[in-house]
Structure formats: C-alpha cells, structure tokens
C-alpha cells in the first residue's frame, strides 16, 4: 500500500480508538522506506504523541517491568517509557518498531501488550493506537520470523515507495529541487535496493534526504560533492545525481519566465524536468504572498510550451498538490486545462 493510503489508514485508526474498533497495525517494509515517517506524520496531524518503542534493544523485564516486595507479595513496577495518559496524554500512538529485530523472548512478552492493551498491572490508555513496523525477511536486516501468535495479533501491511507521495512530502518539506527534479527523470531511482548484493549506500526515500543535506553542505565544492552523494544513494546513484546537478547550468532563466516573458523549453528531457521542479518550488515560495496568483499563472502559461504535454501535466499535478484548490482560481487554469484535456481523460 502507498505511503499516502497508509496515512489515511491511520488516520482512520486513529479515530476509531475514540470507539473501541481500533485493531494494531503492522508495518512491512524494506530499509528506508519510511514507515516511522508515516508513524510520526499521522501524530502531527492529531496533535498526539507518539512513545516509539525499539523492541530489538529490549530485554523481557524491560516491557514486564522490575519486581519489588510488597509485604508478603511481589508487585511489578510499571515501566516508565510505556504510554501513560497523565504524563503523555489521552490520545497518542504506541509505536513498536524494529518489532521483526525482536529475539523471541522479546516479542512474546508484547503478545498481552498488544492484543488485550495490558501487561500484568499496566493498562495501555482507551485511545491510544498500537502500530508496529519492521522489515521482512528478505531485507538483509537483523530479523527473526514474527510467532504465528503475534502475527495474528495484528492487520499487516506492506508499505510501498511510490513516486508522487514522495515527491508531494518532499516539496511540503523543503527537499532540494534539484534532487526533485532528478528523481522525476529517474523514478526507478526512488527506491533501488537488492538484497543479494547486500549494498551499504543504496537509493531510499531516506537516504535521498540525506543526499539533501550533502547537497546544501557541498554545492560550493564539487571535490567533496561527488563523494558525499555516492556515501548517501551508492555509486552509480551519487554519480547520476552529480551529473544531473552540474548539467542545470543550461537551465532556462526561471526569473524570465516568472516575469512573462517568451522562454523555450528545453530539449533535453533532463532540463524539462529539472525547470519543472524549479517552478513548482516558486510557486511554493510564492504562497500568501500579493504575487502568488500572477505566478500561478505565468507558470500554467509556461506549462502551455511543453511539446510533451505530459510534463506540462507532471509540473500542474505537482504544483496543484503542493499549493492546493488556490491554483483552480487563476484564470490560466482553464486554459492550460482545456488545451490538455485528451491527456487529463484518457492517460
């Protein structure tokens, strides 16, 4: 499932809790993917809180909590890092990662934890959720296979790259545009990680945020460039990347286009791409300001010039989710619309 029905999903489960339908949810997937990131937006989204508990780095007592006497009996002292309602609120998220990486002692102390939402004298809050995360077998990681028992403990779900949830989370959060841009002319490049060859540095949703960063720390020395990308996405991914990067100097003066005036598109398919994710960030910078709608518009017009009109579909589609409905009321919209309407119905 992708990462944005995944989010919906949640979203779903996180107010049915409100109900008593909440049911746990496991999350599948390879390295990187970003099912902890899926987690934390939902929780943002609410206003909750999330208490993210790493069961590979747990011993039982650690869930179960440390005897101590009572008089002739002997009580369990509740561990603080489980959900408490006074301390973290009534509403939030208990997060059970790394949940495959768990040895098997581990995980059978969280079966009570996560179907009856107790573990001895500990009551998991009425309206927090339990979600949990792990990569599958094939994924080269530390894993054991999940017990039947905990398995049925739960509706699983396999969490999917998919390009355009990536890209819309990365406009919302500031990803730069050139590696947008790269990834629009690469797609296959969101995700490449093969198991047999067991790579250290491969192309992930997260470790192109880390190209990210090497590109703002590194754009002024291209000695040091090259190397921190391939240290991030792998060789061959660092070295397109870098290519893709040092070729932007061809393209077309994006200023121009915001001001009007007639500029060409490009014929390279790479520049298309790369100008198409430059306009979408204008348009991002431009929101709530007194120049927002005009910008809109000379950039629908831009679009217009696209011999492919795919792309010009590709920058609207991207720009309309990054901005929202405002885009609808520029007046270009209808135009730009009606001149790709065969695309918009039948593609």
Not at 213 to 239: H, N, T, W, Y
Not at 252 to 265: F, H, K, Q, S
Request: net charge negative; with cysteine.
């Amino acid at each position: 499932m992708r990462p944005a029905q995944l989010g919906r999903l949640l979203d779903k489960e996180f107010a049915s809790a409100q109900h008593g339908h909440h049911t746990p949810v496991m999350l599948w997937g390879a390295p990187g993917v970003g099912k902890s990131q899926i987690v934390a937006q939902v929780a943002e989204r609410h206003g909750a809180a999330v208490v993210d508990v790493r069961l590979s780095q747990m011993e039982p007592s650690d869930l179960r909590g440390i005897p101590f006497r009572v008089g002739d009996l002997v009580e369990w002292a509740v561990p603080s890092l489980l959900p408490d309602a006074q301390r973290h609120g009534t509403t939030g998220i208990l997060f059970l990662d790394e949940i495959t990486s768990a040895p098997p002692s581990v995980s059978a102390a969280a079966y009570q934890l996560i179907l009856d939402r107790r573990l001895g004298a500990y009551q998991v809050p009425a309206h927090w959720i339990i979600v949990a995360a792990g990569n599958r077998q094939g994924d080269r990681g530390v894993t054991y296979t999940m017990p039947a028992p905990l398995a049925n403990r739960f509706a699983h779900f396999e969490v999917e790259t998919h390009l355009d949830d990536w890209v819309f989370w990365a406009y919302q959060n500031g990803i730069d545009e050139r590696i947008i841009g790269f990834l629009r002319f690469r797609p296959e490049l969101l995700f490449n990680f093969d198991p047999a060859h067991n790579p250290v540095a491969f192309p992930s949703p997260r470790s192109w945020e880390f190209a990210h960063r090497a590109v703002q720390k590194f754009a002024e020395m291209p000695d040091l460039l090259l190397g921190s990308l391939q240290a991030c996405v792998g060789p061959a991914a660092g070295i397109e990347l870098k290519a893709f990067i040092d070729n932007l100097d061809k393209i077309p003066d994006l200023d121009a286009i915001l001001r009007g005036e007639p500029v060409p598109t490009p014929s390279e398919i790479d520049l298309q791409y790369a100008v198409a994710s430059a306009l979408v960030g204008r348009a991002i910078r431009a929101q709530g300001t007194a120049q927002a709608p005009e910008i809109y518009g000379r950039i629908l017009d831009y679009a217009r010039t696209f011999r492919q009109k795919e792309m010009g579909v590709m920058l609207v589609s991207d720009m309309q989710r990054a901005i929202g409905n405002a885009l609808f009321s520029v007046p270009q919209f209808q135009t730009w619309a009606t001149l790709v309407t065969d695309i918009l119905l039948y593609a």
